[in-house]
């Protein structure tokens, strides 16, 4: 059985990792309660990339993280990740599941309502709400999702919910609030000076958050 | 058995197709006697290069003529490619073999004569010789291998060769009596006037030189 935990997804981003090494920051991130990373890298060279996923993987593994890679499937079979994120331009979810076979986790980005709708047909482990708000790490975007679009496809959605872009500990509390299973986290963990203490006081203000629903 | 025939080795590039698709340049070329076609697309989405794939699958199954897929593991399962071709800098090519199976084509770059060396320890299906001469379309390139470095790897090589580079009619003849089973090109096709007519005459060429060899 795929076991996996939403809460506190962290995706990487090396031009943000300064001159910590990104496995260090990655290291630091999971003590302090990261319980997901998706290695997503957009410039460098396939070599580059499966040499960077190996020791992600190895390195997550001691820590009985996931490792799931961003688009590349090739790079997830070569280092046996534990799942792939796939967004709108990366290759079909159906393809992506036959060669990657059930006991991965495929993540999909969703966009719109309506791509979120049409996500239900599928059997993605998760879907990823994108963007919730503006952001600049990310280039790809359509108009943000906003709260309400957490909520709305929250109410309908059978897929656990991971929302990305634009999070912080300002907005997290809503996010959770409004449905959201977990927060996907960049920039505010990344760069930071202390990506431990950062991912502890995420992952409190999402366990608060959880507490004042029931 | 992978059946495959070297000879003229059409690698493609969008970029210099001009006002022509890049699919109606394929069939011309295969028509005028392309051997093998590799699809390499460096600036494009994954799910734009898996389109382009499935299509170029599409109409080379009909001409019965393999498709290869540069360095893109996933686009070449994806599209159930006929072969993959890597480089130095792409996935290793013990994890390409595990992954894509022995039925498939695996060519390997060498960009040295120790490179070349080193492929006698590997079951790939060819090796291309890389680059030849000094070229624009390639950037990632070493100091050209020349016709000397040719001839030497010709003379140890276990391996089916293409030279990869640099290739015109000009030089075609050669390239082939130095000892490589075939020549691999982009812009002596693509991009030219009539595809057809330049590949009916590299493939001329190509046969002309074998027969003054025997």
């Known amino acids: 059985m795929k076991d996996f935990d939403l ?59 996931p490792l799931i890679i961003n688009d590349r499937l090739d790079i997830a079979l070569a280092c046996d990740a534990d799942g792939i994120h796939i967004g709108q331009s990366d290759l079909p979810y159906e393809v992506v599941r036959k060669i990657i076979g059930k006991d991965k986790i495929v993540g999909l980005s969703v966009e719109t309502i309506e791509q979120a ?14 963007p919730v708000f503006s952001t600049n790490t990310k280039t790809d975007i359509n108009t943000p999702l906003g709260l309400e679009g957490i909520k709305e496809i929250s109410s309908f959605t059978k897929h656990k919910s991971v929302a990305i872009g634009g999070i912080s500990k300002e907005n997290t509390k809503d996010i959770i609030q409004n449905g959201a299973d977990g927060i996907s986290v960049i920039s505010a963990i990344i760069g930071k000076a202390d990506p431990k203490k950062e991912s502890k006081e995420l992952i409190e203000i999402i366990k608060d958050a959880r507490k004042e629903l029931r």
Not at 117 to 130: R, T
């Open 7 to 65: 809460s506190l997804y962290l995706v990487t981003d090396r031009r943000l990792a300064g001159s910590q090494s990104l496995e260090a920051i990655v290291e630091e991130a999971v003590k302090g309660g990261v319980t997901l990373v998706q290695l997503r890298e957009k410039d460098c060279s396939t070599e580059e990339f499966y040499s960077i996923a190996c020791s992600m993987k190895e390195l997550l593994s001691k820590h009985n993280i």
């Open 117 to 130: 709708k049409e996500a239900n047909d599928l059997d993605v482990d998760y879907i990823g709400l994108s």
